[in-house]
């Protein structure tokens, strides 16, 4: 597909009027490779590039109507929106520099210990804790953590068993380690 403001534009237009679900497919196909080889070379970061592709498509699925070809061409109109997406990544990202992570709760895991006599029974009695604070989560954010944690999944395969969006995956896992933390800390 050639750099055809008009094309793209068309497709913008298809999804905002009738929802069309393969403007969006060509749209996607044409958009996110450039998107995401932006966002590789602004944020040096995949996950963080990977996620801004994501929600630069969702946005232009949800607010394709706001598109005025009279302001310019679609293009640039989808770069704004790739450009604001990026901002506010970036501005979250700024602000959740404390998130929980995983290995916060399963220090024990994480750590080389020498092996006492007391640590088998440490182990239980942390495995019993966790597995508690696990079940006082709302069931989504429970079965996050307990693929990930427990049974060894990425964030991505989670996404994809779940068929649900990467940044939903890891909006739950943070914010049911987030309560695990607070409710172990009391």
């Not at 008009?6 to 393969?22: G, H, P, S, T, W």
Request: glycine share 2%; aromatic share 8%; hydrophobic share 40%.
């Amino acid at each position: 597909m050639s750099e055809d403001k008009d094309v793209l534009a068309e497709l913008l237009f298809n999804i905002a009027e009738n929802r069309c679900r393969d403007s969006y497919q060509t749209l996607f196909k044409e958009i996110a490779p450039r998107v995401l080889s932006m966002a590789r070379k602004q944020l040096f970061d995949e996950s963080l590039a990977y996620e801004m592709v994501q929600e630069t498509m969702l946005k232009l699925w949800l607010k394709a109507h706001l598109y005025d070809a009279s302001k310019g061409a679609a293009v640039n109109w989808i770069f704004s929106v790739a450009r604001n997406v990026k901002f506010d990544l970036l501005r979250r990202s700024k602000h959740q520099q404390d998130w929980i992570q995983g290995d916060d709760l399963w220090p024990i895991l994480s750590e080389d210990r020498d092996i006492n006599d007391n640590a088998p029974e440490d182990r239980e009695i942390i495995s019993q804790q966790l597995q508690y604070q696990i079940e006082q989560l709302p069931i989504e954010q429970a079965d996050i953590v307990r693929r990930v944690y427990l049974h060894g999944e990425s964030q991505q395969e989670v996404a994809d068993k779940l068929e649900l969006p990467l940044g939903t995956v890891k909006s739950r896992l943070r914010l049911g380690l987030k309560k695990m933390k607070e409710a172990l800390d009391d």
